[in-house]
Each structure stands twice: as structure tokens, then as C-alpha cells.
């Protein structure tokens, strides 16, 4: 069983960066792709952007290219994603997710993905 817990939301005006930290505990996910997605009021959760479980590959969904960048530090088990020119379309609650399977390619597919964290909330003012 893997536990995930982001940090780093706030509350930010147009323009602001955050950056957000997820941290998993359980076990390693180094073997595993994770993701970061993320969900608005009244909107279905969406993709964000998701790295390989070697890090060496990105997948950033249109809305964030150039803007937002995954990362991860495998040794200490946590994924972050930089969130640079925000705006208030950004703002939703934020989730990390790790990938059922190990070593596989990075999926935007929410099915892809079997453990989530309790989220946390990025609102860009305006």
C-alpha cells in the first residue's frame, strides 16, 4: 500500500509560481510513473502532467506546456510539479497519483493510475 501527501497549494495572484511536493510512504515508487492531476468545481478531474518512473520522460498536458514542469528525486520518494505564469483558470485541487504497473510508458489516462493522494488546493486570484 502506497500513502501520498501533497503540499505546496496556496493562494496566489495571476502571474505567481508554486511548487508543489508529493511524498509517498509505503513503499518505494522509484519502479512506478506518477502523475499530477488535478480537479475543479464542477469539472471532471484532468490530466496535468505525469514522468516516467526513471524520470528521463515528461508528458505535460497543452493547458500547462510551457508553463508547468514535473520532476522527481527518486531517493526520496517524492514528485513535484513547478507551476510558473498561473492563472486563474489553474486554480483547482491539485492530486498525485502513482501508476498501477511498474515501468511503464507515462499515461494521461486516469485509469493508469491506482493510488492518490488527498489533494491540495491551488486558487489563483485575479
Known amino acids: 500500500q502506497v500513502q501520498l501527501v501533497e503540499s505546496g497549494g496556496g493562494l496566489v495572484q495571476v502571474g505567481a509560481s508554486l511548487r508543489l511536493s508529493c511524498s509517498a510512504s509505503g513503499r518505494t515508487v522509484s519502479n512506478y510513473g506518477m502523475g499530477w492531476f488535478r480537479q475543479a468545481p464542477g469539472k471532471e478531474r484532468e490530466f496535468v502532467a505525469g514522468?516516467?518512473?526513471?524520470?528521463?520522460?515528461?508528458l505535460i498536458a497543452d493547458s500547462a506546456k510551457g508553463r508547468f514542469t514535473i520532476s522527481r528525486d527518486n531517493d526520496k520518494n517524492t514528485v513535484y510539479l513547478q507551476t510558473d505564469s498561473l492563472k486563474p483558470e489553474d486554480t483547482a485541487v491539485y492530486y498525485c497519483?502513482?501508476?498501477?504497473?511498474?515501468?511503464?510508458?507515462?499515461?494521461?489516462?486516469?485509469?493508469?493510475?491506482?493510488?492518490w493522494g488527498q489533494g491540495t488546493q491551488v486558487t489563483v486570484s485575479s
Open positions: 497519483a502513482v501508476d498501477k504497473k511498474p515501468y511503464r510508458i507515462v499515461s494521461s489516462t486516469t485509469s493508469t493510475y491506482a493510488y
Open positions: 514522468i516516467s518512473w526513471s524520470g528521463s520522460s515528461t
